[in-house]
């Protein structure tokens, strides 16, 4: 499985930005995916995440209500869409998937800044 993000860029605090994570490859084989996200200095973190199949989704609490996951199957595409950005978003976002074999695929980053 290949991921690939895109989307990311400089904002001011308050506006949106929607990532996109294209995947390719052994698709069938994804059970999970997500999106997570590193600031300087912090460990990564879980932003969300969304049922392959199901489209049960899960977020963090501190981004309950301003973010949302989706995805089309069609496209092979999962998306972040990320309304009222605060300063404290700014951070290289990852998109992840999870196979029924327990293997994890990351990919290559995308950065967001949010400006104040």
């Known amino acids: 499985v290949q991921l690939v993000e895109s989307g990311g860029g400089l904002v001011q605090a308050g506006n949106s930005l929607r990532l996109s994570c294209a995947a390719s490859?052994?698709?069938?084989?994804?059970?999970?995916m997500g999106w997570y996200r590193q600031a300087p200095g912090k460990q990564r973190e879980l932003v969300a995440t969304?049922?392959?199949?199901?489209?049960?989704?899960n977020y963090a609490d501190s981004v309950k209500g301003r973010f949302t996951i989706s995805r089309d199957n069609r496209k092979n595409t999962m998306y972040l869409q990320m309304n009222s950005l605060k300063p404290e978003d700014t951070a290289v976002y990852y998109c992840?998937?999870?196979?029924?074999?327990?293997?994890?695929?990351w990919g290559q980053g995308t950065q967001v800044t949010v400006s104040s």
């Open positions: 992840k998937a999870s196979t029924g074999y327990l293997t994890n695929y």
């Open positions: 969304i049922t392959y199949g199901g489209g049960s989704t």
């Open positions: 490859g052994s698709t069938v084989s994804i059970n999970v």
